[in-house]
C-alpha cells in the first residue's frame, strides 16, 4: 500500500564487437535479464594520447566529450601503457542503419590509439545509455580469486583492481584483444555459473533527484506559517524539536557532488574526514552545486544569518562525486563512496541521487554493508531520494526494504505533483516502497559562495513553471528555490540526526521505524500500518 507522510517529530542514507540482433542486448541484475535496444547514434572510446592530432581525428567522427579516465597504475603496467587513458563520447549520426553503424565503428578501430569502441544503448527510462569498456564481477570466496584470473585471461580482459571496501568485488577490463565487450563479457562471466555476480559498466543520463537565520522565515518546511500560499502547520515541527536536541555528537554523510567545506554557514560542522570517489582520496572536491545545497537543509549553522539547518549542530561528511551519469565506473564509486562512510564513522547516509537504469548489485552490496555492519554494527541510516517522475520509486530507493525513501510535499501537504499548490510542473515519485514524504518544494538553503552556485544563474521554480517567488536571495551564498526529493531526503536525515543525538544506542532500525511510526499523516491517501 502506498504511503504519503509528513514528518511530526516527536522524539527525537564494442569492445572489440556488438550483436544485431536487439533481444540480445541484456545484462543481469538479481539475477534477473535486464533488456536493452541498440542506439546507434553514439559509441564510447577508450584511447590513449590527448594531442590535437587525435582529437581533431576523433572530431570527424562527431567527437561530443573526452576525459581523462582513472585508470589504476595496475592496469596500465599490466597493458603495457605509460600514456594516461582517456575516453570520449561520440555521436555518429540521427537514427543511422545497422549496416552504417557498424562500417563507422570498423574505421573507428583504424584510428591511431583507439583501445577499445563500444555501443550505447537506450531502454524504457534512458534514450542514451553509454557503455564503457569495464565490468564487475563478485567471486564466491576470496578463494576463487585464482579461478578470477584464469577465466579473465582465457578471454582476454585485464583485473583493473579489487574493491578495498568489498574485497569480493574486482573491476576488470576489455582490451584492443578482447573478442567481446563489457556487456557481453560481463554475461559470459555471469552465465559460467562460477561468480556470484557479473555486471557492465553502464552510463547514463541524469542522476540527481533535483528538478534541476536570516531566511529562516521562509523555511516552511521547518515551520510552516503559511508562507507561498501554503497550509500552516505543515512542517516537521523543529522548533519543538530543538527544544530537545540540535544533533550533537551525529555524523552525517551527504554522497553528493561534494560540500563546499568552507561555506560561511556549514564549516563549523563539517566533519574532518572526507573523500572524493574520483580520486580515491581525501578531501573531497566541490564537482558540482547539488551537495552544498543539500548539507544546508541538514546542518547549516543556528546563528544570525542565513538558513538554519534540521539538524544546526551535526557533523556533514561530504563523499563526492561527479554524479555524471554517463561516465565510466558510476556503480563502483557510487559504491566506493558509501562503504567509505560506513567505515569512517558516518551514523546517517543521504542520498539525493538515483535512476532506474543504475541497477548494480555492487551498490547493493555497499547499501547492505552501511545498513549491516555500520555504526559498529548497530547499522548507518541509510536514506535515498524517491525520484522526481511523478511515477514509481527510482533505484536504488527501491532496492531495500531497509533502505529510508523519501518523498517530496509541497507547501499544502500534498504529495509534490504537477498540480500541487506550488505550481511546479513536476512530480514526487510514489508506490509501495515509498516510506514518507517531506518538504521538497521552494527550499531555502546554503548554495556555493558567490556567483558559483545555483543563484544567480539558474531560476529553479520559474524554470519549472512556478510564480509564487521570481527571483532569487540578493546574497548569492543562498537559494530560496531548491527543490526536488533531493531536498526532501536531507530533511530526513536531519531528523534522524536529532533522534540519534538523543539516544545514540538506537540501531539503524529502530530509528526507521520511529520516524515512520511518528509522522503525521496527511489526508487523501492510503496508508500502510505498520512500519517499513
Not at 33 to 56: C, H, M, P, R
Request: charged letters at 15%; glycine letters at 8%; proline letters at 4%.
Amino acid at each position: 500500500m502506498r504511503k504519503y507522510l509528513i514528518f511530526l517529530i516527536v522524539i527525537l542514507t564494442f569492445t572489440n564487437g556488438f550483436s544485431q540482433n536487439g533481444s540480445k542486448h541484456y545484462y543481469y541484475y538479481n539475477n534477473e535479464k535486464k533488456y536493452l535496444e541498440l542506439n546507434s547514434d553514439y559509441v564510447f572510446v577508450s584511447f590513449t594520447g590527448s594531442d590535437a592530432k587525435q582529437i581533431n581525428e576523433l572530431r570527424k567522427f562527431g567527437l561530443t566529450k573526452y576525459q581523462k579516465e582513472s585508470a589504476s597504475s595496475k592496469l596500465k603496467q599490466k597493458l603495457n601503457e605509460i600514456e594516461d587513458f582517456y575516453w570520449a563520447e561520440i555521436k555518429l549520426g540521427e537514427n543511422i542503419s545497422i549496416e552504417s553503424y557498424t562500417q563507422k565503428i570498423s574505421e573507428l578501430k583504424k584510428v591511431e590509439n583507439i583501445k577499445v569502441v563500444s555501443p550505447y544503448f537506450k531502454s524504457a527510462n534512458s534514450k542514451k545509455i553509454g557503455l564503457s569498456n569495464s565490468f564487475y564481477v563478485k567471486i564466491k570466496t576470496l578463494s576463487d580469486t585464482l579461478l578470477l584470473q584464469q577465466y579473465a585471461k582465457r578471454h582476454n580482459a585485464v583485473i583493473d583492481n579489487q574493491d578495498t571496501f568489498m574485497p569480493l568485488w574486482f573491476t576488470l577490463s576489455c582490451t584492443k584483444n578482447t573478442s567481446m565487450n563489457a556487456l557481453e563479457l560481463a554475461n559470459k562471466f555471469y552465465e559460467s555459473g562460477m561468480f556470484q555476480y557479473a555486471e557492465p559498466d553502464l552510463m547514463l543520463d541524469n542522476i540527481l533527484n533535483s528538478v534541476d537565520d536570516t531566511y529562516f522565515t521562509n523555511q516552511w518546511g521547518l515551520r510552516n506559517t503559511g508562507q507561498y500560499q501554503g497550509t500552516s502547520g505543515i512542517d516537521i515541527k523543529a522548533l519543538e524539536a530543538w527544544n530537545m536536541s540540535i544533533g550533537s555528537g551525529v555524523n552525517v554523510a551527504v554522497v553528493d557532488h561534494g560540500i563546499q567545506l568552507d561555506h560561511p554557514d556549514l564549516q563549523a560542522n563539517i566533519h574532518s574526514l572526507s573523500y572524493d570517489t574520483e580520486n580515491d582520496s581525501s578531501p573531497s572536491i566541490v564537482r558540482g552545486d547539488h551537495a552544498t545545497a543539500c548539507a544546508g537543509i541538514i546542518g547549516a549553522i543556528g546563528n544570525t544569518a542565513g538558513i538554519r539547518g534540521v539538524s544546526p549542530n551535526c557533523k556533514l561528511m561530504s563523499v563526492s562525486s561527479t554524479l555524471d551519469l554517463m561516465t565510466p565506473d558510476i556503480r563502483k564509486k557510487m559504491a566506493k563512496g558509501i562503504n567509505w562512510a560506513t567505515q569512517n564513522g558516518a551514523h546517517i547516509i543521504s542520498n539525493s541521487w538515483g535512476h532506474n537504469d543504475l541497477t548494480s548489485n555492487y551498490i547493493d552490496d555497499a547499501i547492505t554493508n552501511a545498513i549491516t555492519n555500520g555504526r559498529n554494527g548497530l547499522g548507518c541510516v541509510v536514506i535515498f531520494a524517491s525520484g522526481n517522475d511523478n511515477g514509481q520509486v527510482n533505484y536504488p530507493a527501491n532496492s531495500n526494504p531497509n533502505i529510508l525513501t523519501v518523498g517530496a510535499i509541497s507547501p499544502c501537504g500534498q504529495r509534490k505533483n504537477p498540480s500541487s499548490c506550488d505550481g511546479e510542473n513536476w512530480g514526487s515519485n510514489y508506490g509501495p516502497t515509498l516510506d514518507v514524504v517531506a518538504p521538497g518544494v521552494l527550499i531555502s538553503t546554503t548554495d556555493r559562495t558567490s556567483s558559483n552556485g545555483y543563484n544567480p544563474s539558474m531560476p529553479i521554480h520559474t524554470g519549472n513553471g512556478g510564480n509564487k517567488v521570481t527571483s532569487d536571495y540578493s546574497n548569492m551564498d543562498y537559494t530560496v528555490w531548491f527543490n526536488g526529493t533531493s531536498a526532501a531526503c536531507p530533511h530526513v536525515a536531519g531528523v534522524a540526526a536529532l533522534i540519534l543525538s538523543v539516544n545514540p544506542s538506537l540501531t539503524g532500525q529502530q530509528v526507521r521505524d520511529i520516524i515512520e511510526q511518528t509522522a503525521q499523516k496527511v489526508g487523501g491517501y492510503p496508508y500502510s500500518t505498520t512500519p517499513g
